[in-house]
């Protein structure tokens, strides 16, 4: 099982107890990455002569699934807050304007 961190930094890792096999059940302990959970992986790890063998197993009701797609949504959040606020900066800099105007006339 890896944990992916949020912030894009080290997933960390945990293995499969030795003796939880025979049952069929597989529990790992693995500590949540710097940032926090990002992701979710869950496969089984190996490798053979003609390279790397590591499987990954799709998750169903995936929480991150959601959020892996929306990663621009924060950015688009606070883009529009920032042009939010520079339309406000502008209005308020053309009303002080009429305003100084309409004084000196």
């Known amino acids: 099982m890896r944990l992916l961190s949020a912030w894009g930094g080290r997933p960390t890792v945990g293995f499969a107890t030795p ?5 069929g059940r597989y529990d790992a302990r693995v500590a949540v990455p710097e940032g926090g959970i990002g992701g979710v992986q869950i496969g089984l790890g190996g490798a053979s002569d003609v390279g790397g063998g590591d499987t990954l197993f799709p998750l169903e ?3 991150f699934a959601a959020v892996g797609r929306g990663v621009d949504k924060p950015v ?3 883009l529009a807050l920032a042009g939010g606020l520079a339309l406000l900066g502008v209005l308020g800099v053309v009303l002080w304007r ?6 000196a006339s």
Do not use: I, K
Not at 19 to 23: E, L, M, V
Not at 98 to 103: I, M, N, S, V
């Open 98 to 103: 009429a305003r100084w105007r309409t004084a």
């Open 61 to 63: 009701n995936d929480p």
């Open 19 to 23: 003796d939880a096999h025979p049952q």
């Open 76 to 78: 688009a959040a606070w």
